[in-house]
T-cell receptor, first 113, second 116 residues
Framework: KQEVTQIPAALSVPEGENLVLNCSFT??????LQWFRQDPGKGLTSLLL?????REQTSGRLNASLDKSSGRSTLYIAASQPGDSATYLC????????????FGAGTQVVVTP | GAVVSQHPSRVICKSGTSVKIECRSL??????MFWYRQFPKQSLMLMAT?????????EQGVEKDKFLINHASLTLSTLTVTSAHPEDSSFYIC????????????FGSGTRLTVV
């Protein structure tokens, strides 16, 4: 069974610092890996999706890498801003269980002005 | 594109009553939708997979009779929490797979259910 772990569980940084969020998964047979942002009491906003054949994806200040062989994905957020404060979730879409996204517990990020 | 609209965003109901949550795909057809539940400070847990025109598939441990799912059209799936109890209080969120998002998933805004 796929297990997804996110470290750290919480992170507080001053504005301007770069953020590094880690996600590890136990089963490398994934279709894709997706990063989401969740604000308190809100739904999920998709940030980046990395297909299994890709190594990384970039969108603005966000960059996500994927290393299937080691079962890891990393989300980098450059030059953090207070508006980046949220919980960040990674989710693995396994090839043998279509649609059953396996989520990590999330990393709660606080960016202080 | 790829917007999933979920209503209501918040609902408070009395114990023993039923609550219906709607999830609509606004600009695409979703033959399959997914329903998740999220407890405070925890991640999302898949409850069931909703298939248009057929019965939903429930995850182990999820009561089919308590959480009724209907997917009557390609753009609408509903989750009805029947005979709600305080322990059903949670954050419910739906999702659909969007083909042009490289088969990524788009999520609704969630429903906060409080049973008193």
């Amino acid at each position: 069974k796929q297990e997804v772990t996110q470290i750290p569980a919480a992170l507080s940084v001053p504005e301007g610092e770069n953020l590094v969020l880690n996600c590890s998964f136990t089963d490398s047979a994934i279709y894709n890996l997706q990063w989401f942002r969740q604000d308190p009491g809100k739904g999920l906003t998709s940030l980046l999706l990395i297909q299994s054949s890709q190594r990384e994806q970039t969108s603005g200040r966000l960059n996500a890498s994927l290393d299937k062989s080691s079962g890891r994905s990393t989300l980098y957020i450059a030059a953090s801003q207070p508006g980046d404060s949220a919980t960040y979730l990674c989710a693995a879409d396994a090839t043998d269980s279509w649609g059953k996204l396996q989520f990590g517990a999330g990393t709660q990020v606080v960016v202080t002005p | 594109g790829a917007v999933v609209s979920q209503h209501p965003s918040r609902v408070i109901c009395k114990s023993g009553t039923s609550v219906k949550i709607e999830c609509r795909s606004l600009d695409f057809q979703a033959t399959t939708m997914f329903w998740y539940r999220q407890f405070p400070k925890q991640s999302l847990m898949l409850m069931a997979t909703s298939n248009e025109g057929s019965k939903a598939t429930y995850e182990q441990g999820v009561e089919k009779d308590k959480f009724l799912i209907n997917h009557a059209s390609l753009t609408l799936s509903t989750l009805t929490v029947t005979s709600a109890h305080p322990e059903d209080s949670s954050f419910y969120i739906c999702s659909a797979r969007f083909v042009t998002l490289n088969y990524g998933y788009t999520f609704g805004s969630g429903t906060r259910l409080t049973v008193v």
